[in-house]
């Protein structure tokens, strides 16, 4: 019989059934009770499963324990799986780091290869270069004498002949002439040694070679292309040469530099020098030994200071 409703209330009403597969909440305000610490929640009511540890990937169930569990089963193929899909990935990677150093290696090698064949190339070009430019230089400045060049006569004065060899007349391409020769047919005094010789034009009052101050005189130094005239360095067109014990000189130092003689070339090969014959009426009649001749002497002059001027206030401007 139900319940009577009191005066002022409305009758309860019945709750519904609980609903079997519904968790029931605990009542507001309190916490749901958890088991105390150090202790695992006791599994469900049916198949036992056996104790587990925390590992990297998850829960873990040991090998050997007690009871059938496919989870286990399962967790530890994928496990397995999973430990050999890494494995080949750092194979791979280690193979892919591997062939880059590889082929790292091999286009470092093809650099190298590069620049030592560049550097190879170069040291060639420049060794060639070089060797031209040495030999050009040598064979410009430093070559001895031209055998393609023939045997020279000379004639000094009227009696005095001798033929130079190739290799005695040219040197460097440049004819020379026996300057000892020629400086005794001038009667030029010789002093100094043989590698420093000192020929002299005496003055008209002196004749020996010590002179009084008023004659000329150049030095010739074997090896030397400089020829000092009365005290003034010039230049030949060759260096003085020492043949046996004759000065040599280049033909073209008697044509530039010396007046009063006079150079004829008869021939290419034959040349004659002779002192310089005045042009004038008085010697049209006369025989060659009595023609008058030019005075001997340098072109080049001793350098004198000039006189200084003395300065004279009276005198007009």
Same mark, same amino acid.
């Given at each position: 019989?139900?319940?009577?409703?009191?005066?002022?209330?409305?009758?309860?009403?019945?709750?519904?059934?609980?609903?079997?597969?519904?968790?029931?909440?605990?009542?507001?305000?309190?916490?749901?009770?958890?088991?105390?610490?150090?202790?695992?929640?006791?599994?469900?009511?049916?198949?036992?499963?056996?104790?587990?540890?925390?590992?990297?990937?998850?829960?873990?169930?040991?090998?050997?324990?007690?009871?059938?569990?496919?989870?286990?089963?399962?967790?530890?193929?994928?496990?397995q799986? =999973? &430990? +050999?899909? @890494? %494995? $080949?990935?750092?194979q #791979?990677?280690?193979?892919? =780091? &591997? +062939?880059? @150093? %590889? $082929?790292?290696?091999? #286009?470092?090698k093809?650099?190298?290869?590069?620049?030592?064949?560049?550097?190879?190339?170069f040291?060639?070009?420049?060794?060639?270069?070089?060797g031209?430019?040495?030999?050009?230089?040598?064979?410009?400045?430093?070559?001895?004498?031209?055998?393609?060049?023939?045997?020279?006569?000379?004639?000094?004065?009227?009696?005095?002949?001798?033929?130079?060899?190739?290799?005695?007349?040219?040197?460097?391409?440049?004819?020379?002439?026996?300057?000892?020769?020629?400086?005794?047919?001038?009667?030029?005094?010789?002093?100094?040694?043989?590698?420093?010789m000192?020929?002299?034009?005496?003055?008209?009052t002196?004749?020996?070679?010590?002179?009084?101050?008023?004659?000329?005189?150049?030095?010739?130094?074997?090896?030397?292309?400089?020829?000092?005239?009365?005290?003034?360095?010039?230049?030949?067109?060759?260096?003085?040469?020492?043949?046996g014990?004759?000065?040599?000189?280049?033909?073209?130092?008697?044509?530039?530099?010396?007046?009063?003689?006079?150079?004829?070339?008869?021939?290419?090969?034959?040349?004659?020098?002779?002192?310089?014959?005045?042009?004038?009426?008085?010697?049209?009649?006369k025989k060659?030994?009595?023609?008058?001749?030019?005075?001997?002497?340098?072109?080049?002059?001793?350098?004198?200071?000039?006189?200084?001027?003395?300065?004279?206030?009276?005198?007009?401007?």
């Amino acid at each position: 019989m139900p319940p009577r409703p009191q005066a002022g209330r409305p009758a309860a009403q019945p709750r519904p059934a609980a609903n079997p597969g519904q968790k029931k909440r605990p009542p507001q305000g309190q916490r749901p009770m958890r088991p105390p610490e150090g202790r695992q929640p006791e599994p469900k009511r049916g198949t036992p499963r056996p104790p587990q540890r925390r590992g990297k990937s998850g829960w873990i169930y040991p090998e050997g324990a007690g009871g059938a569990n496919p989870a286990s089963d399962f967790e530890r193929y994928y496990r397995q799986r =999973r &430990q +050999e899909e @890494l %494995r $080949q990935q750092r194979q #791979r990677q280690e193979r892919a =780091r &591997q +062939e880059a @150093l %590889r $082929q790292k290696k091999l #286009r470092r090698k093809k650099r190298l290869a590069q620049v030592r064949g560049i550097l190879a190339r170069f040291i060639i070009v420049f060794a060639l270069i070089c060797g031209i430019t040495a030999g050009a230089y040598f064979k410009i400045y430093h070559r001895g004498a031209v055998e393609k060049y023939n045997a020279v006569t000379f004639t000094i004065g009227k009696d005095d002949t001798f033929e130079a060899g190739a290799s005695a007349a040219y040197y460097g391409g440049v004819l020379y002439t026996d300057f000892t020769r020629l400086a005794s047919f001038l009667d030029m005094p010789m002093a100094g040694s043989i590698h420093y010789m000192r020929f002299i034009i005496p003055s008209k009052t002196e004749s020996d070679s010590a002179g009084n101050g008023m004659e000329e005189a150049v030095l010739f130094a074997v090896g030397s292309s400089t020829a000092n005239i009365n005290g003034v360095n010039m230049n030949m067109t060759g260096p003085c040469r020492l043949i046996g014990t004759s000065i040599w000189v280049p033909l073209s130092f008697v044509e530039y530099y010396m007046s009063g003689v006079t150079v004829k070339y008869e021939k290419s090969d034959e040349i004659t020098l002779t002192r310089t014959v005045v042009e004038d009426e008085t010697n049209k009649d006369k025989k060659q030994e009595e023609k008058k001749t030019e005075p001997l002497t340098f072109r080049v002059k001793p350098q004198k200071p000039i006189d200084p001027v003395e300065y004279d206030p009276n005198a007009a401007t």
